[in-house]
């Protein structure tokens, strides 16, 4: 339990500058706090889902009023009541059941929920959701952003546009590409699934569609059919949109605003987890530290954990072995330093970056040549032993998986999540709170005589087990439980209270942002399959 005398120490140490260890994967002490320079980025609000697609139950905008700007207030207060605090983790809630057609789904998705909750100001992460209208399945992404959110802004806008076009038939590419050069109506690729306060780059999106067109161009001119893979589209669609952020900021741009936003997306960084799911096929492309992993329920009433991705960092010995072989001997020593990629970043792949991708003559006849970049947030450090660049790189491993009736949700979250909580801790969780939301109103076993004492004796036993009071967004149940458990895995209200009221200048010490979509399938529809393909 965090007695208020735990609250005091934390008010007490930041006021101190008690030096705590920090989470998740800021640029280190050599870059100063990103959070003195006001961000400038120009975003619009964008509702791009179809009428009643989505059920959305908060605005997104975090309640500032419960919020501490600072330490240095005089007063200063870890208080929220009950209702506040759920004010504040339902405000990111989204929702979407997949409709029936002719009263059947034979979509194997069910339903996604999804949720955020900010740490930085702004939030650094991001998410995408969509169903692929050109090509079959759902597409789901988490994107955790670093030294700021435009790379992850633009990686969640754009990504997911890149894998659809990847597994576009040739022909359906053509008939694109004829109706843009006949000034005609574009067919679309994705039915997206936004949260209304979900934001884009509305200044930029001409080039960005222009960009993708080069893209599908290049597909055309390779003349294969049939085209890639699903494995080999997703490798070459996070490849290509990396190589597009790059040459984007070194293209030379009159507009200003389009130039400051290239400069930021590129310098800023993100990692990425997407999952397509088509049928009984599960693919996900992980680049970095993101994770998805299957809750699955064995034939004998368990739950199990199937991990689908691995953490790219310092404490994966592929990735160690990987860039020992992509660089000379003589900078085994130097790769990892206090378990930082160059002493610097925590994931060893990502998109953006690229103070870690270019040659120190390419940032700098970049940057001296644009106006004043600190006000944009971008910082021109080279680190010791840079030497032989890239040393990052955005290729995602892609995990292939057939589903199986017993597999019953997906759970992609950025590592806000995963550094409070296991990946068992996870499953359990979301398979408790699928269990209960499954429990039907009980039928009452009267005894006879019936009287008044045993009635409220029943109505108290139905209320003690929480049905009520449950989140029904299993999204927020994570995120409460990630951020307000205590030692015996229950949670804390006071506790729970104190990180989502630590102001701006500490809550990043104490948790990260935090992201979370948890899929659900539809087990008729993967029985039928293997029923209908025996």
């Known amino acids: 339990m965090m007695s208020r005398t735990v609250s005091s120490w934390i008010l007490s140490s930041a006021r101190n500058s008690i030096v705590l260890q920090g989470k998740g994967h800021l640029y280190s002490i050599h870059i100063p706090n990103r959070n003195k320079i006001k961000w400038k980025l120009v975003l619009s609000k964008t509702r791009l889902y179809p009428a009643g697609s989505c059920s959305l139950d908060n605005t997104f905008s975090l309640k500032k009023a419960f919020r501490h700007t600072s330490t240095e207030e005089e007063h200063f207060s870890f208080q929220l009541s009950p209702s506040q605090i759920n004010d504040v983790l339902r405000a990111g809630e989204l929702s979407h059941k997949i409709l029936y057609l002719n009263g059947k789904n034979a979509n194997s998705v069910l339903r996604f929920e999804s949720n955020q909750l900010a740490s930085n100001t702004p939030i650094e992460d991001r998410r995408s959701a969509a169903t692929c209208l050109q090509t079959k399945g759902m597409m789901f992404g988490v994107f955790d952003g670093h030294a700021g959110s435009a790379c992850a802004q633009a990686v969640s806008e754009r990504l997911l546009h890149y894998i659809a076009v990847s597994l576009m038939s040739r022909q359906t590419l053509e008939e694109i590409e004829l109706a843009v050069e006949c000034m005609k109506p574009v067919l679309p690729i994705l039915q997206w699934h936004k949260h209304p306060n979900d934001v884009e780059y509305r200044e930029i999106t001409s080039q960005y569609f222009e960009n993708l067109r080069v893209y599908w161009q290049h597909l055309l001119d390779l003349d294969t059919e049939p085209g890639f893979s699903l494995e080999e589209a997703m490798i070459c669609a ?297």
């Not at 450090?381 to 491993?397: C, K, R, S």
């Not at 990946?423 to 969780?429: A, F, H, Q, T, Y």
């Not at 992201?515 to 399959?529: L, M």
């Open 238 to 534: 996070f490849k290509r949109l990396d190589s597009d952020i790059s040459l984007e900021v070194q293209a030379p741009q009159e507009n200003e605003l389009m130039r400051n936003i290239a400069l930021q997306v590129a310098f800023s960084g993100a990692t990425a987890c997407v999952a397509h799911i088509d049928g009984v096929h599960l693919h996900v492309a992980n680049t970095g530290d993101c994770r998805a992993i299957l809750g699955v329920h064995e034939e004998d009433g368990t739950w199990s954990t199937l991990p689908l991705t691995r953490d790219h960092n310092a404490f994966d010995e592929f990735e160690i072995r990987r860039l020992k072989r992509e660089h000379p001997r003589s900078e085994e020593k130097t790769l990892f330093v206090n378990d930082r990629l160059l002493g610097i970043l925590m994931p060893s792949r990502a998109f953006g970056d690229v103070q870690l991708k270019w040659s120190k003559e390419l940032q700098h006849s970049i940057l001296e040549n644009s106006c004043d970049v600190e006000a944009l947030n971008i910082y021109q450090y080279v680190p010791p032993n840079y030497h032989t660049p890239p040393y990052l790189t955005a290729e995602p491993e892609v995990t292939y998986h057939k589903l199986r009736s017993k597999d019953k949700f997906l759970v992609i979250a950025s590592d806000g999540l995963w550094e409070m909580l296991s990946n068992e801790k996870v499953v359990n969780l979301v398979a408790g709170h699928l269990t209960e939301l499954n429990v039907q109103k009980p039928q009452l076993a009267f005894e006879k005589p019936v009287n008044l004492g045993y009635m409220h004796s029943l109505l108290l036993q139905r209320k003690n087990r929480g049905i009520a009071s449950l989140d029904q967004n299993v999204a927020t149940h994570l995120i409460r439980h990630a951020i307000g458990s205590n030692e015996y895995g229950e949670v804390d209200q006071e506790k729970l209270a104190a990180m989502l009221t630590l102001p701006e200048d500490l809550a990043r010490m104490y948790r990260d942002d935090i992201t979370v979509t948890v899929v659900y399938f539809n087990s008729e529809t993967i029985e039928n399959y293997y029923r209908n393909n025996e």
